[in-house]
Structures are given as C-alpha cells and as structure tokens.
C-alpha cells in the first residue's frame, strides 16, 4: 500500500490502529524496539507496522491533541532508530518524512522533526542533501500563508519556523563538514525567482542570514553572489517597450535638468517630493520590477548592518567578484549595478577606492575582450560622475589614467579617424568628457591635475577625432564647460552638431550602443531610490563654469556645488531631480542600460 494512499485516505484508520497497539504506552526505548522492529519487518514482507508508520508521517493539517503527541512520538522514535532505516527499502518513509513542512506544524512538531533529520543527515551521507533539500524548501512558507506574512501572527511563525532551520542547518554543517559545500547549489537551484514577492523576497533573507550566520564563513561568498545573480535575471527581464525611448533633438543633460523647469511653480514647503500623480508612469505595475525593487532594498539593508558591525570590507570582495563576472557583462543591467554603488557610497575609502580602480583596471588590460573594456569604462565614467562621496583627489587620479592612456594611444597609432577601429579609444575620450562635465570646476582646482588637463587638448585634436565621433551631447556639454574654463588654448577646431547621437557614434558604440551606456544614471526604482538619493550628484546639483555669472547664495553654494570638500558634496537634494523621458526614437536591438530621467524619482 503506498505512502499516499495513508496519508490521505486512512489517517483515521491509521490513528486508531497504532493507538489499539499502546503505542502511546511504550517506554521511550520500547518505543525505539518497536520501531525498529517495524522497518525491518519490510524486508520479510510484513508491513503492516510499517505502513502505520509511513501514515502517522502524513499528518500534518488540522492535528488533535493526541494525533500531535503521536506525531512527535513517532517522530522521536525514529531518530532513535535511524541506523536501520533502509534508502531502498523504506523509500516511502523517507519521502514522506522529507515532504513535510515545517510551517504546517507546531514547535513540538518541529523540534522532534528536526532532531530527526540531523540524526538522518549525520548517521548516512546519502541522506544530506535531502535533508538539505528539506530544510532549504522551509526557507519559504506555503502560499496560504503569504497573506499572514505582514500580520503578527504571520511574523512570529516565520520567526519559529526559520529560527530552527538556521539551527538545524548549524548542526548539521558541525557533524559533517561537506554539508555547506552541498548546501551552496541547492539554495542557487531553489530560488524562488519567478514566484510572487513575499516568497522571494523571505527566500532571500534567509540567504542573507546564512551570510552573517554561524556558518558564513563556508557560505558567504556564494549566498552573495547567487543573490547578486537574482538581481540581474529580474533586472534584465524587465521589459522597455513603450516606457523607455530617446528624442533625438535632445541632449542626455537636457533631458535631465528641463523638467525642473516644468516643476518650477510647485511649492517646495508643501513637502519634499514633487507629487506623484506629476511623475511620468515608466515602472507601475511591472510585478517584476516591484520585485526586483524589494530585493534591492533587503540587499541596501543588509549592506548597511555590514558597514554597522564592520563587515563591510569583508562582503565587498564577492560583490566585486560578483560584478566582474556577471554584472559588467550584463549590458541590459538597469539597475543591480546600484548594490556596488551603495556599498561604495557606505565606505568610500576602502570600497569606493576600490571598485573605481577595478574598472579603470579592466579598461587597461589587454586580456579582457573590448566589449568588457568598453563597459567598464562607461561604468567609471558614470561612477565617477554621480558618486557625490568620491573625493577630487581621487576622481582626478583615476582621470589621470584615462587620459595617460589615451594619449599614449594617439602616439601609438596613426592614421584617420575610424570609429570602428578605434572603439576602446573613442570610449576612454567619452568618459574624460563626461566625468568632467560634472566635475569640470573640482577638476581645475587639483593644481597637480593641470598638466593633464592640458593633455587633454592635444587628445581632442588628434587626427583620430574624438570630437567628431563621441555622443555630441557630451561634447557639447564638455566643450561649452572648457571654453567658460578657458581649458584650452583655442576652441575654433572644437565644433560640434547639437544632436543626441551621430552615424559615428553609433558606429564606435557597436551593437550593444555603448556609446550611450550610463549606468549609474539615475535610478527608477522607487523604493530603492531612497538609499541611491543621499550619495547621488544629479545633474541640477552641477555648476558649471559658465554658469558663475549667476546669482547663487552661499547657502546652494555650500549645498549643491561639487568641489574639493567632500562632505559638501555629500547632501541630498532639496527636491527629487525630476526625469523625463520622451517619445522618440524606438531602442535599437541589443542596447545596454541607457535609463533616461523621468519627471521624477518615481518608478514603481
């Protein structure tokens, strides 16, 4: 007779049968004798007993009194016999024992249930990983529970429930030391990613609790990473059409300060945020951008109780493996990217330090491919700009090795210009231009950086002509900002076409438009805007040169200008920059990232 067949049409029968045997009457070891005398007697073909026993399993929902004390009887009976349980021969024990939920049961229940799979796991290598598995499945509650999730009563079974997991799942790592090897993969394969929030959502705080937990040092590295994976399968599943599209008549910093102008009448003391029935709809409503926002946010939380209990360092390094490997090479990431700037912003010194000079390391090496070189470029270009935590000192030095190696590029290679050939250099002139158009005035002010600023000129002029090929809205705004600054000798040669993109542009850009990547462009998700918004330059916070003539009080002075003093560049704006995104051209096929400004913050 089979497992199911007991659980579900005897349950009764079974009951009453086991309590006709004072099986309730037994001695603890008696209990154990007759347990044991149950698993054997299958192999003689007597399974009377055992079937009983295989039916007390499967009771789970709606227990009495004395089913409950049966279960847990059961349930300790068999941890005390457990070197006779039989893989071949007691399959349906085992399988009914593995599918049972520890959010269906009580915490007498629980704690017999899971004395009982440590007892499995510890006494047979054959069984862990399903005793993994097991405990893995108890990470998410059953659905009828997701409502409860939110409520008291919800919160404080969650509590019981995944409180034992972890330390079942300790134990077990104790008595055998391959355990959180095997562990890694199961948790990766289980994830919950296209299941509702909540569930998601649960499945990764328990990730997170095993990375600060007891056996983080096994797990750390693999649980941040596999949710660093999760972030980017949600992030580029999330769909553009009909929410994303460029105007072509229209600069990317036009297109991010103009609808301040458009909120100019809003009253700034009726509240902090332009009101949201004004923001453009981009996000509303994608359940797997809300969900993705959610995760964003449970990861910002995370890293900030790192940076609390100064583990911030620690984490960091499997984040940064995590983006080398999987995000920098994610073109149609939107938004994970914004988990490596957090973690910067938190720690600009060791953090912040070190990821700027991991891109503009894999921008010099030759061993990566170009498209890798090029994205991470872009990624620094962006970091640069929008990090209002970054120091001058610092964002000059790395600029110091994009223009040594460009310069060096003019005087290794010949010829004319040739967006094709020539796309790792056109891109490094990108970044400079762009970096400097937020950072032009700082820029000027590091007195050891102007040597290099002149090096600049003789880049710009060479017969490769950057000018002719870069995104003309960056150059334009790059050339309006040197000639204010009187950078260079003479801006006759320095014309360009006020145009958002241009047939060489595209060109040096390729398929995946990196020409147009800005990925640290501000960010939609709205939940996960308020960590981003504290450590964000927008581009209304901008100076530029040739705006000194304008009437600015030294209050906005001492909050939005960009300068050397970095704590005057740590401030959030007074109100949220307001996006704007229009309709125009359609998004070629295969573009990166390229997130342009809503009317506001507002996303989901």
């Known amino acids: 007779m089979g497992a199911d067949e007991f659980g579900y049409n005897i349950k009764a029968q079974t009951f009453n049968e086991m309590e006709d045997d004072d099986f309730n009457h037994f001695s603890d070891s008696e209990l154990v004798y007759h347990v044991r ?18 039916g007390v399993m499967h009771h789970s929902k709606g227990l009495a009194p004395d089913e409950v004390a049966l279960l847990v009887t059961s349930l300790k009976a068999l941890s005390g016999a457990v070197s006779y349980i039989d893989i071949s021969l007691h399959e349906a024990l085992l399988s009914s024992i593995f599918d049972m939920n520890m959010w269906n049961y009580g915490p007498d229940v629980m704690d017999a249930l899971l004395a009982l799979i440590i007892s499995l796991a510890s006494s047979n290598g054959k069984y862990v990983e399903s005793c993994l598995e097991m405990l893995v499945s108890s990470f998410t509650p059953p659905f009828s529970f997701i409502d409860m999730l939110k409520q008291p009563r919800g919160i404080a079974k969650k509590d019981q429930v995944l409180s034992r997991v972890h330390l079942a799942l300790k134990h077990i790592a104790d008595l055998v030391p391959l355990a959180p090897s095997k562990l890694c993969p199961i948790i990766s394969r289980k994830m919950p990613i296209y299941e509702k929030e909540p569930m998601v959502v649960v499945y990764a705080e328990n990730m997170l609790k095993l990375e ?3 056996i983080g040092e096994f797990v750390s590295s693999t649980m941040l990473m596999a949710l660093m994976d999760t972030l980017i399968d949600l992030d580029v599943d999330i769909g553009w059409d009909g929410i994303l599209h460029d105007d072509s008549s229209k600069g ?8 301040m102008d458009e909120f100019a009448d809003y009253d700034e003391e009726d509240g902090n945020e332009f009101p949201r029935e004004l923001s453009r709809k981009s996000l509303g409503g994608n359940s797997t951008a809300e969900k993705l926002d959610s995760l964003m946010v449970l990861t910002f939380e995370h890293l900030k109780s790192c940076e609390v209990s100064g583990r911030l360092t620690e984490v960091f390094e499997p984040l940064l493996d995590s983006f080398r490997i999987t995000v920098l090479t994610a073109y149609k990431s939107k938004f994970a990217q914004f988990v490596m700037f957090y973690a910067c912003a938190l720690d600009p010194e060791n953090c912040g330090v070190r990821f700027a000079v991991l891109l503009a390391d894999i921008f010099a090496c030759e061993d990566y491919p170009l498209s890798f070189r090029m994205s991470a470029v872009a990624y620094l270009a962006s970091y640069l700009s929008r990090g209002n935590f970054l120091s001058a000192p610092l964002v000059a030095s790395i600029l110091k090795r994009l223009v040594d190696w460009c ?6 290679k010949g010829g004319d210009m040739n967006p094709t050939s020539h796309r790792l250099f056109y891109s490094g002139c990108q970044a400079i231009m762009y970096v400097l158009c937020f950072r032009m005035k700082s820029m000027i002010d590091v007195a050891w950086f102007k040597p290099h600023l002149l090096l600049i000129e003789q880049i710009l002029k060479h017969k490769l002509s950057p000018l002719k090929v870069c995104l003309p809205s960056v150059v334009e705004e790059f050339c309006r900002q040197a000639e204010a600054a009187q950078l260079f000798t003479s801006s006759e040669e320095f014309n360009f076409n006020d145009l958002l993109e241009s047939e060489h542009s595209r060109a040096f850009g390729g398929m995946e438009r990196l020409d147009m990547f800005f990925p640290f462009d501000p960010c939609l998700l709205k939940k996960s805007d308020r960590f981003i918004r504290p450590h964000f330059v927008y581009w209304s ?3 530029p040169p040739y705006d000194d003539d304008e009437c600015i009080s030294d209050e906005d002075v001492v909050e939005e200008e960009l300068d050397l003093d970095v704590t005057k560049m740590s401030i959030t704006p007074r109100n949220p920059l307001s996006y704007w ?3 125009g051209l359609e998004e070629p096929r295969g573009m990166p990232a390229r997130i342009r400004p809503s009317t506001s913050p507002e996303s989901l």
């Open 212 to 214: 600060s937990g007891a």
């Open 541 to 543: 916070m901008v100076r």
């Open 37 to 54: 005398d149950a698993l054997n007697s299958v192999s003689s073909g007597d399974c009377d007993s055992y079937n009983q026993l295989v």
């Open 252 to 259: 990317i910093f036009q297109m991010e300060i103009e609808d």
């Open 581 to 583: 995104i229009s309709n």
């Open 407 to 412: 310069f060096e590029y003019c005087n290794r």
